[in-house]
């Protein structure tokens, strides 16, 4: 293995991706997105033809770098425009496989989603969590949750076992999408979004007459939180957000005062009574802790 492709794997490193074992110069090559399981492909690497320069990011992330080897950067301008052509079309290379990806996902997505029945409401994690089916299916003892585009479309879908594990389809699009859990969406009068979609139950069954979202995560909480702002430009939005007190840095909290912030929104978090138990972190779980009462 050459100096560059060792440099070049480290700059990888560098960011908490784990580049893939085999590196060919001039071919995309791609790999699990920082933190992702084995058979995700998020990550992404082209190491040019002449090895000493090449692109790589994390389509998950919305990570994406430039890197050179110590002997990659011209000195004139001629192979200097050359090389931004090539940097430019490695990253057009990298976008166009991120596209078929996400279209090949979601045209799964769309296949199961379709053929699936609803859920039934004795479903293991809905008596669990105290919540009603309300849009979910049923996919091989699975709930199934429409991931959805604020264009209309499923991106992907979610799936939650009965023991309340979680996962998206493999491929799908997720960032500044959402689960819509309940609500209009052409004549949004107060939006509410929350993290997890049975925390959005809760809140949809608190306040029917709101529309409630679910951004699947605290990480997306924002992208979706300025994206409903640019939807609905005038219209009360509340982040109602995951209080994760044993979490360092609380993300929970964290994730919603920046979505908050960045979309001109109210923020909201779940008010513990003192002998609530510090494992409660949501909505949802104060709802069951109170005995299904009112969040």
Not at 7 to 35: C, K, M, N, Y
Not at 164 to 190: H, N, P, T, Y
Request: charged share 25%; glycine share 10%; hydrophobic share 40%.
């Amino acid at each position: 293995m050459t100096d560059a492709l060792l440099q070049f794997r480290d700059a990888i490193r560098s960011t908490g991706l784990e580049p893939p074992d085999v590196i060919e110069p001039g071919r995309l090559h791609r790999f699990p997105g920082a933190g992702k399981g084995p058979s995700n492909r998020a990550g992404w690497c082209l190491l040019f033809d002449d090895g000493l320069g090449g692109c790589f990011g994390d389509w998950s992330s919305g990570l994406s770098r430039t890197w050179f080897s110590r002997q990659g950067w011209p000195d004139s301008p001629q192979a200097q425009v050359a090389l931004s052509r090539q940097i430019q079309a490695a990253r057009l290379q990298a976008e166009r496989s991120r596209r078929d990806r996400y279209r090949e996902a979601a045209n799964r997505a769309r296949r199961i989603w379709d053929a699936a029945p609803a859920a039934p409401r004795h479903h293991a994690y809905l008596v669990a969590k105290g919540i009603a089916p309300h849009n979910a299916r049923l996919h091989h003892g699975c709930l199934i949750l429409p991931v959805t585009s604020f264009a209309g479309t499923i991106s992907s879908l979610q799936f939650i076992a009965p023991n309340g594990r979680k996962r998206l389809l493999s491929g799908g699009r997720k960032r500044g999408c959402f689960i819509a859990v309940a609500g209009d969406e052409e004549q949004a009068r107060r939006v509410i979004i929350c993290e997890g979609w049975a925390t959005g139950c809760t809140l949809a069954e608190d306040y029917p007459a709101a529309l409630v979202l679910a951004a699947i995560d605290a990480g997306n909480l924002e992208p979706v939180a300025v994206a409903a702002r640019r939807r609905w430009p005038s219209t009360e939005i509340v982040i109602a957000g995951d209080d994760d007190r044993r979490t360092p840095g609380n993300p929970g909290v964290t994730k919603a005062k920046a979505a908050a912030i960045a979309s001109d929104a109210l923020l909201a978090q779940p008010q513990w009574p003192a002998d609530a138990p510090e494992t409660l972190t949501d909505f949802n779980d104060l709802a069951r802790w109170l005995g299904g009462g009112g969040a």
